[in-house]
C-alpha cells in the first residue's frame, strides 16, 4: 500500500514520454511540398517540346484549314478566332483580342506577258499596297542598281535585276536586295517610269516569284510594283545586253479600300511573385496571300502557342507573368506591334521575345539592349546552350525596343528560308517536324528561363 503513489507516479511519467516519443514520429497533418527549382524543370519542359504531337497538328490546322492570312482578310479573322479557342482551351489567364485598323489592300487579278523580242506569258507577283493598271504596254529597260537610273527610263517598264547575295547566315543578305522591291518603285517614278518590276528576294528559285511591301514617296507618282521570277530577270537581262528591243505588258488589277479591323490575341501564364513584371513572347499570326504562311510565320505562332501550353502543364507558375503575343499586319507594316506597344508600352517589360524566321533548327539567338540587360540574358539563357549575338530582336516587337525593353529573336538557320519566304511555296510541306519541335525546345525553354531568372 504504500508504494501506490510511487506507482503512479512512474506510470504517468511513463505515459508522457511515450506521447512525446508517438508525437515526434507522427507524420504532420499537411505534408510540406517544395517546388522544383526552375533550372530542374527546363529539362522536362524542353523533352515536351521535342515530343509535342500537337506542334505539328496545329500547324497542319493552320496551314491547311485557314491558310494564307493576309490581316484585312476572312482567313485572318478565322485565324484569330482559332487563336483565342486555343488558348483558351489551353487554360490560360487573361485570354483576349484587342483591335488594330490594317490596311484593306487586295491583289487581284495579274498578268505579265513579253510581247518582244518572243512573246510569251511570264510570272508575276505583285508587291503588297502596290497601285493597279488597267494595263501597260511599254517598252522595258534592266538595270542592276539605283544609280543607273536615269531620264532614259521615262515611259519605260525598269527592271531590276539585283540579285541577293548568296552566303550564311542569309539573312545578312536580306536587307540590301529587299530594298530595291520597298524603293525601287519612288526611285523610278522619280525618272518618269511607268512601272516596275523587281527581282524576288531569293537565292534559288524554281520560277517562283516572291512578293513584300513597296513603299511610295510623297511627291512622287505611284507607280505599279511586282515582282518577277529570278530566272524570268536573269532572260530579260541576257536579252537586253544583247542589243534586243525588250516590250512588256502588265495588267494589276489591285485596289485599296482604306482601312478594316483586325486584332492582336493576348494570353498569359500570370507570375507568381512578380505578376506586373511580362515575359513577351510573341509571333505574328497574318501572313501574305500567298501559300500558307508556313515558315513565315505560322511556325513562330506554333512556338508561341505550344511553349504557353507546356509552360503551364509544368504545373509550377513562373515568377514573372508569361505574356503570349500573336501579332497581327506585321506583314504590311508592323501594325499589330506599334499599337500592343502604344497600348501596353507603359507596363513592366522585362524581356521580349519574338520568333519569326521559320520552323527551322535554332542556330541563335539575336538581342537588342543595353550593356546590363545583355549581361542578364547570357547568364539566365546560358543553360540552353544557344550563342547571343548583339543586335536582332525582331519587328513587332521593334517598338518595345525602342521603348528600352530588351528584345530577344530566334535566328535558325536559314539556308532555305529565303527560298520560300514571301512566296506560294511557302507551304507545310517545307517545314520539318524535328527542325519545328527543337525550335520549341529553345523559345520555350528561354521564356521559362528568363521568367524565372532571378
Not at 538595270?143 to 531590276?160: D, K, M, N, T
Amino acid at each position: 500500500m504504500r508504494n501506490r503513489p510511487l506507482a503512479r507516479l512512474l506510470l504517468v511519467l511513463l505515459a508522457l514520454v511515450i506521447l512525446r516519443f508517438s508525437a515526434a514520429a507522427a507524420p504532420p497533418s499537411e505534408p510540406v511540398v517544395t517546388s522544383p527549382a526552375p533550372a530542374e524543370l527546363l529539362p522536362r519542359l524542353q523533352e515536351a517540346a521535342r515530343s509535342s504531337d500537337k506542334a505539328w497538328e496545329r500547324l497542319a490546322y493552320l496551314c491547311d484549314r485557314i491558310g494564307a492570312r493576309l490581316s484585312s482578310t476572312p482567313a485572318m479573322a478565322r485565324a484569330v478566332e482559332w487563336a483565342v479557342a486555343t488558348l483558351t482551351a489551353d487554360g490560360h489567364d487573361n485570354v483576349r483580342r484587342e483591335p488594330v485598323l490594317v490596311p484593306d489592300w487586295r491583289r487581284g487579278r495579274e498578268r505579265l506577258a513579253m510581247l518582244a523580242p518572243v512573246e510569251r506569258e511570264l510570272a508575276v507577283l505583285g508587291l503588297g499596297g502596290s497601285v493597279g493598271t488597267p494595263g501597260i504596254e511599254a517598252p522595258a529597260v534592266v538595270v542592276r542598281s539605283f544609280a543607273e537610273l536615269g531620264s532614259y527610263v521615262q515611259g519605260h517598264i525598269v527592271v531590276f535585276n539585283v540579285p541577293m547575295e548568296k552566303g550564311l547566315p542569309t539573312i545578312q543578305h536580306y536587307g540590301p536586295a529587299a530594298a530595291y522591291r520597298v524603293g525601287g518603285a519612288a526611285a523610278a517614278a522619280r525618272h518618269g517610269a511607268l512601272a516596275v518590276l523587281v527581282r524576288s528576294v531569293t537565292t534559288r528559285s524554281l520560277a517562283t516569284p516572291h512578293t513584300g511591301m513597296v513603299a511610295y514617296a510623297e511627291g512622287v507618282p505611284p507607280i505599279p510594283a511586282a515582282s518577277i521570277t529570278t530566272e524570268e530577270a536573269d532572260t530579260m537581262d541576257r536579252l537586253a545586253s544583247a542589243g534586243l528591243p525588250i516590250r512588256l505588258r502588265l495588267e494589276m488589277r489591285a485596289s485599296d479600300h482604306g482601312q478594316v479591323e483586325s486584332h492582336n490575341v493576348l494570353a498569359e501564364i500570370r507570375g507568381r511573385e512578380k505578376p506586373e513584371e511580362i515575359i513577351l513572347l510573341g509571333a505574328h499570326l497574318d501572313s501574305w496571300d500567298v501559300g500558307q504562311g508556313a515558315h513565315d510565320d505560322g511556325a513562330g505562332v506554333i512556338h508561341v502557342l505550344e511553349a504557353m501550353r507546356l509552360i503551364r502543364a509544368l504545373g509550377v507558375p513562373p515568377r514573372r507573368t508569361i505574356r503570349a503575343v500573336l501579332f497581327t499586319c506585321e506583314e504590311q507594316g508592323i501594325y499589330g506591334g506599334r499599337a500592343y506597344a502604344e497600348a501596353h508600352g507603359h507596363e513592366r517589360h522585362v524581356a521580349a521575345i519574338e520568333s519569326d524566321l521559320g520552323g527551322f533548327r535554332p542556330r541563335a539567338w539575336g538581342a537588342s539592349g543595353t550593356r546590363e540587360q545583355l549581361g542578364w540574358l547570357a547568364d539566365v539563357a546560358r543553360p540552353l546552350g544557344i550563342p547571343i549575338f548583339a543586335g536582332g530582336g525582331g519587328a513587332d516587337i521593334g517598338p518595345l525596343a525602342a521603348r528600352g525593353v530588351l528584345t530577344i529573336g530566334l535566328y535558325p538557320e536559314d539556308a532555305h528560308y529565303f527560298d520560300v519566304h514571301h512566296s506560294p511555296a511557302d507551304t507545310l510541306d517545307k517545314v520539318d517536324p524535328e527542325e519545328l519541335h527543337e525550335g520549341l525546345a529553345a523559345v520555350a525553354g528561354l521564356a521559362w528561363l528568363l521568367a524565372n531568372g532571378e
